[in-house]
């Protein structure tokens, strides 16, 4: 069965990745990839965001429970789409997320695991140190130190 004939109600442009975007209403997918259980798995990965409602997040915890309710998702609906469920691609991918989240919450300073402050600002409660970082997840995690008290 083709996906996505299954949903009409989705919005779907051919790219060279995968990505629902929930302002546009739209699911990206890499056509190409469509040959292969993965990629077709991959495409159920961000119809399962879309059809669970995921929206924006403002703190990195609330985007990995996405990640894993989508794949959740996938993994209850991929019988009927006759898609094989590969459990160490999804670890793999849920692993990504986990690899840049650790990242992001990294102190710059004493390399302390932190916590979140709000979207993409960061406070280590071991030195006090505040930091930035990009947003971007298809990017390298750069972390841009704001204030510490070691440097002052």
Known sequence: MDL?????ELNFVPERFFSWSPQEKTIYFDPRRLRGNTGKIALLHEIG???LGHT???YDMQLLNMELDAWDYVR???AQFGLT????HIADCINSYD?????RAT?????????QAGRDTYRCFVCDSRWGVNWRKD???KRTLISSQLSE
């Open 4 to 8: 996505l004939q299954n949903f009409p």
């Open 49 to 51: 965001h879309a059809k």
């Open 56 to 58: 924006l997040y403002k």
């Open 76 to 78: 209850q609906e991929a």
């Open 85 to 88: 469920i590969d459990e160490k």
């Open 99 to 103: 690899s840049w989240l650790s990242k």
């Open 107 to 115: 102190c710059p300073q004493c390399s302390n695991f932190s916590l």
């Open 139 to 141: 990017r390298r995690v």
